[in-house]
């Protein structure tokens, strides 16, 4: 079992900046590739960033390359996700989840409200 607690939602406006943190606990964290998915209401929840547990390998939807950095800190069990440009179409709840090898989520995190002002 792996735990999972984000951190660092909150309001901001049209091209701000924020950074999400996720704290892991639990099973060992660094075998886990990781990603951070994004959900409004009425929709279903989708990808937005992955990285492999060696943080050699990001992937990132294309709605948010060149804006969206994730990075991971294996010895603090941590995973980042540092936006910037925010734009309205960003507001979303944004969730925190450890991967299996093939990508699909195995653990999530209860979430953290991200909302961008125009």
């Known amino acids: 079992q792996v735990q999972l607690v984000e951190s660092g939602g909150g309001l901001v406006q049209a091209g701000g900046s924020l950074r999400l943190s996720c704290a892991a606990s639990g099973r060992t964290f660094s075998g886990y590739p990781m990603g951070w998915f994004r959900q409004v209401p009425g929709k279903e929840r989708e990808f937005v960033a992955g990285?492999?547990?060696?943080?050699?390998?990001?992937y990132y939807a294309d709605s948010v390359k060149g804006r969206f950095t994730i990075s991971r800190d294996n010895a603090n069990n941590a995973v980042y996700l540092q936006m910037n440009n925010l734009k309205p179409q960003d507001t979303a709840v944004y969730y925190c989840a450890a991967l299996t090898t093939g990508w699909d989520p195995v653990y999530w995190g209860q979430g953290t409200q991200v909302t961008v002002s125009s």
């Open positions: 990285i492999r547990w060696s943080a050699g390998n990001t």
